[in-house]
């Protein structure tokens, strides 16, 4: 709803705008769940490298993650098990991090509680919509859910199917901005 405040603020030409950086109140994970044997399970990947903006006039969310950058926290594998997952996250087969070390979204449209936009995810973009609300001045959380084939990625499989990931993804974030 405040979100809506700040559209309706720089409609009378009120404009804010910020910057969004790593810190320790901003996080963007990545969440991917597994099917067969270990349904219920999810690899839980965050994105601690990233830049972006956001303003109010025009209504706009530009976002660039490091995805070389990724980090698995995958509480119910051992560490081991964990760097073996990150390496093929981060491989040719899926995010393919060497050939495309960036994943963007830059909005298309706001209203109300979503943001649309076109994200890029190995150099294929698509459209996504993100839902969001703010939870303080400059500050929000929200999350999107898209599938891995729209980018060029197959989901996982592993002992005949018995193992694997769904083919949707969710993205999850809480961002607070800064004024330049």
């Not at 839980?44 to 993650?65: C, H, I, M, N, Y």
């Not at 999107?144 to 999850?172: C, R, W």
Request: charged share 20%.
């Amino acid at each position: 709803m405040r979100f809506l405040g700040l559209v309706l603020l720089a409609s009378l030409g009120f404009a804010a705008e910020w910057k969004l950086a790593p810190s320790t109140a901003n996080t963007v994970d990545l969440y991917v769940e597994k099917t067969g044997f270990l349904s219920g399970k999810k690899h839980w990947f965050r994105f601690p490298q990233f830049t972006g903006s956001f303003s109010t006039d025009p209504a706009k969310v530009e976002l660039r993650f490091d995805v070389k950058a990724m980090q698995c926290f995958d509480t119910w594998l051992s560490e081991k098990d964990q760097k073996k997952v990150l390496e093929y996250a981060l491989g040719k087969e899926t995010l393919d991090a060497a050939q495309y070390p960036t994943v963007t979204f830059v909005s298309t449209a706001v209203a109300g509680g979503s943001v649309t936009g076109n994200l890029t995810i190995r150099g294929i973009s698509k459209p996504v919509t993100v839902t969001m609300k703010q939870t303080g001045e400059g500050s929000y959380e929200g999350s999107a859910v898209f599938k891995m084939t729209d980018f060029g990625i197959k989901p996982a499989k592993a002992a005949l199917g018995a193992i694997g990931t769904k083919d949707e993804m969710t993205l999850q974030f809480r961002l607070t901005g800064t004024r330049p």
